[in-house]
């Protein structure tokens, strides 16, 4: 799942702006204003949280290892 969401994310938010540069040219057409483009606007804006809390997520769990790594690293060096 890691690493489908961002991908997924990319596609759609390239299909969405795709869908508003025709929807520019040829507005009769109504790519911007259906309910395909509407759920995959949804699906992309719901992906992005997912996507953005587990990289919240990650850079927490890094930030504490390396703490834990610097913490060992000077206990160590201590002199006896």
């Known amino acids: 799942m890691r690493k489908l969401f961002p991908h997924a994310t990319i596609i759609i938010a390239a ?3 795709v869908f ?3 929807d ?3 507005e009769p057409m109504a790519f911007v204003n259906n309910r ?18 587990a990289l919240i997520r990650y850079d ?3 930030a504490r290892r390396r703490r834990k790594k610097r913490k060992r690293s000077t206990t160590s060096d201590a002199p006896r």
């Open 24 to 26: 520019r040219f040829n």
């Open 60 to 62: 927490r769990e890094e």
């Open 36 to 53: 395909m483009t509407k759920d995959l606007l949804l699906a992309m804006c719901a992906m992005s949280v997912v996507n953005a809390v």
């Open 20 to 22: 508003f540069v025709i």
């Open 15 to 17: 299909m969405y702006l």
